[in-house]
């Protein structure tokens, strides 16, 4: 063990540990994703699935690994930003770029604050509902979920959060394999576009909902 | 032509730095980055001043002495191109030019445009060589290179050690330069049975030093002289990763 312990000291260490603990946050999204768009379904089906799987025992362990991910991705996000901030310690006067960082790049630490924000606020909302609050006590979750995006400040603060998630993914997944020295001329742009896609992909269909929710609200 | 400079001067390590602006009205298009300050120098040596330190040996481009942030890129604007090598003809008549040193907590500034690189001197030491007997060299055709190994070696042989990777990136971190050592010497048989050994002690001299991490951005490649490609850096990851799960 102390090999590992080793390895996550290191600058490189902590950045596969962020890099893994990243792409089993993506591959979370994919199957969180899934269960959401029951709530285009309809009430029966998407109370159905969220039962389901609530008493799934795979489910309850794999969960105990994402709040861990989700810990140590911020952690180990925090303080390799600090410690890069360390590294230059006088700021330039003039800064020009060469011209291959993104916004999103520069502004990782930024969108992946307000995503592990959001993040507590979404558990308190619906993790906690769900299992211990009001849907445990025999209430419809669909009707926890559509009375909390009937929420304007609610309803927007999902959709921002869900943008600044594309932003992230936009940088991360591709940076992610990097960092485990997957890089190729061949497939590396491939990759790109794959990063891309999940990007724009995962945080339209995650916004759509809120918005969906909460114009329906107003009719 | 006439230069409006703007240039860090620092007269020690520990001592305050500030801008002081010159006034370059003799500047000549063809004239090199460095021959400008040469200009400079003897004007302000004639007028009892302190010339601006800055490093050069070689000025043609392959000795890595040279460097400094030019209107806030490393070595200027111009890509693959060394402080020494870029002229003036890239600039407009009148153009005011900050000249800043590099900045990093590993590189401290020693005097005006001098910075100490001796991190990247220690992040050598630490692996950044090929252990062999002294003797008669071997007869060549018995140690078969792929071309394709020894032209990416060759490529990342062309590091000189400039620190422009570490000025330009918004971490300060060295892992192109790491990378590009690394490089060089995993593909080659030479180098190869300490290929493992070498990414780990390098990576642990470089945290070491107080670099920052990579945060696979880019911009050092973009800011080379060398052109030294990011794709380096993934094999560094891949060469320390190997030699932490395997040793």
């Known amino acids: 063990m102390r090999w590992l312990l080793d390895l996550l000291s290191t600058s490189i260490g902590k950045k596969v540990l962020m890099a893994l603990t990243g792409l089993f946050l993506v591959l979370f999204l994919a199957v969180h994703l899934y269960g959401n768009l029951y709530l285009y379904a309809g009430e029966e089906a998407f109370n159905h699935h969220a039962e389901s799987i609530s008493g799934n025992a795979l489910i309850r362990i794999v969960e105990v690994v994402l709040f861990l991910s989700i810990i140590a991705h911020a952690v180990s996000g925090v303080q390799l930003t600090i410690r890069n901030r360390r590294a230059r310690p006088q700021r330039y006067r003039v800064k020009r770029r060469a011209g291959f960082s993104t916004l999103a790049s520069r502004s990782m630490i930024v969108s992946g604050s307000v995503v ?51 932003v992230h993914l936009a940088h991360g997944f591709l940076s992610a394999l990097r960092t485990l020295g997957i890089e190729h001329q061949r497939y590396t742009p491939v990759l790109r576009g794959v990063g891309l896609l999940l990007a724009v992909g995962f945080a339209a269909a995650f916004a759509s909902m809120p918005i969906v929710f909460f114009v329906r609200s107003l009719a | ?34 021959e400008l300050l040469d200009v400079l120098n003897e004007r302000l040596e004639r007028a009892g001043e302190e010339p601006v330190a800055f490093e050069h040996d070689c000025r043609e481009g392959i000795c890595g002495s040279c460097g400094f942030l030019i209107n806030g890129r490393a070595h200027g604007p111009l890509r693959g191109v060394t402080a020494c090598q870029l002229h003036l003809r890239h600039f407009e008549d009148g153009e005011r030019i900050v000249l800043e040193p590099w900045r990093a907590r590993a590189f401290p500034v020693v005097k005006d445009l001098v910075v100490d690189r001796s991190a990247f001197d220690r992040v050598i030491q630490a692996g950044g060589f090929v252990s062999v007997n002294t003797g008669s060299a071997p007869e060549a055709n018995a140690l078969p290179v792929p071309r394709a190994d020894s032209d990416r070696a060759m490529d990342a042989a062309a590091c000189i050690g400039c620190g422009a990777c570490v000025a330009s990136c918004k971490n300060a971190a060295a892992m192109l330069f790491a990378g590009a050592k690394v490089t060089q010497l995993a593909l080659l048989p030479q180098g190869a049975p300490e290929r493992r050994r070498r990414a780990a002690a390098m990576v642990e001299a470089m945290d070491a030093a107080g670099f920052g991490n990579c945060t696979n951005e880019r911009e050092c490649e973009g800011d080379c002289p060398k052109d030294i490609t990011f794709a380096n850096i993934a094999r560094l990851n891949r060469e320390y990763l190997a030699a932490k799960l395997t040793r």
């Not at chain 1, 849907?135 to 927007?156: C, D, I, K, M, Q």
């Not at chain 2, 390590?13 to 602006?21: I, Y």
């Open chain 2, 1 to 34: 032509m006439t230069l409006h400079l703007e240039i860090w001067r620092q007269p020690g390590p520990e001592a305050g730095g500030g801008f002081v602006s010159y006034e370059m009205d003799d500047a000549v298009p063809d004239m090199s980055f460095l």
């Open chain 1, 116 to 166: 592990f924000i959001f993040i507590v606020i979404h558990l308190r909302n619906f993790f906690y509902e769900a299992r211990f609050g009001r849907a445990a006590a025999g209430e419809s979750l669909y009707r926890v979920v559509s009375e909390t995006f009937a929420l304007p400040g609610y309803a927007a603060l999902y959709v921002i959060a869900m943008v600044l998630l594309g």
